[in-house]
């Protein structure tokens, strides 16, 4: 028997039970985070990516702002810098200008300051994301809300947290997306993916899909989005600095900005091909087989997309397929497969479907879940890509099957 309630507004409320196991996860989430944190203090000559991004946002509060830093001279001592060595730590210049704003205002804080905020900035992302869908997950928060923990504790999700990185605030913009897609807000569904503009790569492609289905109010809403961020990136560093940065996007076709070897350790297509063949096969045997294979899934997934019966296993899809052919995805840009998992365990616990689809789906959860954990990096994070395609394909012909019944949609016939 469910032990919660449908509220009169569609919204399942938890029970006294549910609370108290949701306090509980919030309060082991929060407890995690923290030693995660304790830890990382001791390994600050290593410098998280953070350290990149404060001195980015240094840069550009010298650059545009120069009257702050004539009013507060404080701003250039030492504790508002990151040394190494003795010379100052470059700045992230992948980064786009106008997610630069951010880093620019945390660069006002001493450095360890900054790196709490943002670290508590992406626990708060994390938890958006989770609040969000929780009316849209009734089977996993009606039986399983300690799934908090997990999904906090995600691996993907762990590195981008220690590393300071934007994976989380993508996850967060990538949640709104689809929870507005879901209610019908199709121009809010727009927009919120317009602000994930700062990881293109995945972007992009998910706005393809919107032209591919045809959603023209989202595709508005995306444009404007993405109109505005044009206009604070030229009003941040002007035209000159827009060239600059596309031409240095530009030359990652010349020269990857990955080290050399670490691309083994992508949730993707190209990460899976150097696990296997890097050393065996050359390098551009393996560019070769990844685009094909790109392409290839690109096609044979979106050929179909006309009888795709369900949005919900439609958009896990998209983001699955998007992460599988991003050509740069490291390893904590896989902390937006937390979407599409918990989409698709929503839906395999859900009484009506297949046992081999449940089944299946649990397995490779429980895979990229444990891998990472079991095997580190080199092991996991191909692993974490063969539990992607493999989600993917589950998905995909789940999505072509008659929609399976939702929770809500049941509550809703039994009151009527």
């Given amino acids: 028997m469910r032990s919660s309630i449908l509220s009169g507004r569609g919204i399942f409320v938890p029970s006294a039970k549910q609370r108290w196991l949701i306090l509980f996860s919030s309060l082991v989430v929060i407890g995690f985070q923290f030693g995660l944190f ?3 203090q001791r390994f600050q000559a290593r410098k998280p990516d953070f350290a990149h991004l404060y001195q980015t946002g240094r840069k550009l509060n010298h650059e545009r702002f120069p009257f702050l830093i004539e009013r507060f001279p ?52 994390l938890f958006l994301s989770l609040f969000v869908l929780w009316p849209l997950t009734a089977n996993l928060h009606n039986g399983y809300p300690y799934l908090l923990m997990l999904v906090a504790t995600f691996f993907p999700v ?3 947290m220690v590393q300071g990185q934007n994976s989380v605030m993508l996850l ?35 706005a393809f899909w919107l032209i591919l289905e045809k959603r023209r109010r989202s595709l508005a809403g995306f444009f404007s989005g993405c109109v505005a961020l044009f206009f604070l990136a030229l009003w941040l560093v002007g035209i000159n600095g827009i060239k600059a940065y596309v031409l240095l996007v530009a030359g990652f076709g010349v020269k990857a900005p990955e ?30 087989l990844t685009l094909i ?21 439609s958009f896990a899809v998209q983001v699955l397929l998007t992460c599988m052919i991003s050509y740069h995805l490291f ?43 079991l095997g580190g990096l080199y092991v996991g994070m191909p692993l974490i890509a063969i539990a992607s395609l493999m989600l993917l394909i589950l998905a995909r012909n789940a999505a072509l099957k008659p929609p399976v019944p939702t929770a809500a949609h049941a509550s809703v016939k039994v009151s009527s």
Avoid at 88 to 104: C, I, K, R
């Fill in 172 to 206: 967060a913009f990538l949640t709104l997306c689809y929870a507005s897609l879901e209610k019908g807000n199709d121009f809010r569904a727009g927009f919120a993916l317009g602000m994930g503009m700062f990881k293109f790569v995945v972007v992009i492609p998910l």
């Fill in 259 to 288: 080290e050399p070897g670490s691309e083994a350790i992508m949730p993707n297509l190209r990460g899976l091909f150097h696990a296997l063949a890097s050393g065996i096969a050359p390098e551009i045997w393996l560019t070769v």
């Fill in 74 to 125: 404080s701003l250039n001592s030492p504790e508002y810098n990151v040394q190494v060595d003795g010379r100052d730590f470059e700045p992230d210049n992948m980064h786009p200008p106008y997610e630069n704003v951010l880093y620019a205002a945390l660069a006002l804080l001493k450095f360890r300051v900054a790196y709490i905020v943002w670290w508590a900035c992406n626990v708060g992302f």
């Fill in 38 to 40: 304790r830890a990382m």
């Fill in 331 to 373: 390893p904590h840009d896989g902390a937006v497969l937390v979407l599409p998992l918990l989409i698709l365990l929503d839906r395999a616990l859900q009484d009506a479907s297949e046992r081999t689809f449940k089944v299946a789906v649990l397995i490779c959860a429980a895979g990229a879940y444990l891998m990472p954990f």
């Fill in 293 to 313: 294979s790109s392409l290839t899934l690109l096609i044979w997934v979106d050929a179909r997309l006309k009888r795709y019966k369900s949005l919900r296993l």
């Fill in 158 to 160: 762990l590195v981008a």
